[in-house]
């Protein structure tokens, strides 16, 4: 007997509120819970009436949420077996097409909708204050713990190397856009509930799992997509422009990549890199705020903003 398949949409939403990148989250119920969960929208494609997915997208978050999106990019179609499983699939197997969209209008949203930093829920990601004090306290002996657990040394040696990889141990340098290899190794080793939700299998009471607030589904390994797809675009594509007013200060634009980035970046370097690349043009207005010196307002060049393939903001790390 052949298995229905439902075809439904997913969006990572992602906004700047206070310089803190946060994320769309819906409260939904879901057969593996007996509480509401927290997960990323999701509904299914109206085939009669959109033409197209993304038609399809926009409509719907408008709807449900009150949100207007601004851009919107295809992110990733994620159709693992038995990833999905709620009285709406009724036993059949969900493909979700997801993606990514960016919005500078976030404002209150309606019905079960909130914003919530995307750090709440990938916490080790945050390195703007320094290395997160829960990497070396707990993430890494847990994942020595899970290597040393290994059957075999060559599987022991595998798991090490995964391990020096991602989490930059091998190179002593943090490459933030692999954040969808971190937690994909932190859910294999077993450190993060939703491993052991999938397996139905209760959680082991000696093993501490890593901080991190949990998601519904896979939509945490959804989200960890995204944070790495967008944080190596702005890399060359401006589409921070998505997200900030349209004028700004050179601080505003840079704390708008730390917050994507999810690390600081050096001042002089940062605004020599944002000329050399040609980017920004001076409005000829100031913003004065409090006692400080007032700072001059750019904006994006027009240039830019029509060809959105050519640079984007590379920010020297």
Known sequence: MSQQVIVGLNVVVVA?????????????????????????????????????????????????????LGYV?????????????????????????????????????????????????L?????????????RAQILPALTGWVDAASTADGKAKRQHRMDEVFGLASDVWDSDRALDRYELLYEAGLV?????????????????VPG????????RILATAMGRLRGKVKFRPVVFELLPEKFTLLQLQRCVEAL??????????RRLIEAQGLVEET????????GRPA????????????RLRPGVKHGY
């Open 193 to 209: 509930e939703e491993a052991w939700r999938d397996r139905g299998e209760a959680i082991p009471s000696n093993l501490a799992l």
């Open 73 to 121: 990019e295809q992110l990733y179609t994620f159709g693992d077996r038995d990833r999905h499983q709620s009285a709406f699939t009724d036993g059949g197997r969900v493909i979700s097409v997801c993606y990514l969209a960016l919005t500078r209008a976030a404002g209150q949203v309606a019905g079960n909708a909130t914003w919530e930093s995307w750090y709440d829920y």
């Open 16 to 68: 700047l509120v206070a310089e803190t990148p946060c994320v769309m989250t819906v409260r939904q119920f879901t057969d593996i819970a007996t509480e509401p969960t927290v997960g990323l929208p999701f509904g299914p494609l109206d085939t009669e009436r959109h033409r197209t997915l993304e038609e399809g997208l926009r409509a719907w978050v408008q709807e449900v949420a009150k949100q207007p």
């Open 296 to 307: 001059k307002l750019y904006r994006f060049r027009r240039e830019v903003l029509r060809e």
């Open 213 to 220: 607030k949990v998601m519904a589904y896979d939509h945490r």
């Open 261 to 270: 980035a999810g690390k600081r970046l050096h001042k002089q370097n940062f």
């Open 123 to 135: 916490p080790w990601e945050d390195w703007r204050a320094g290395e997160p004090p829960m990497l």
């Open 284 to 291: 000829g207005e100031i913003f004065a705020e409090g006692r």
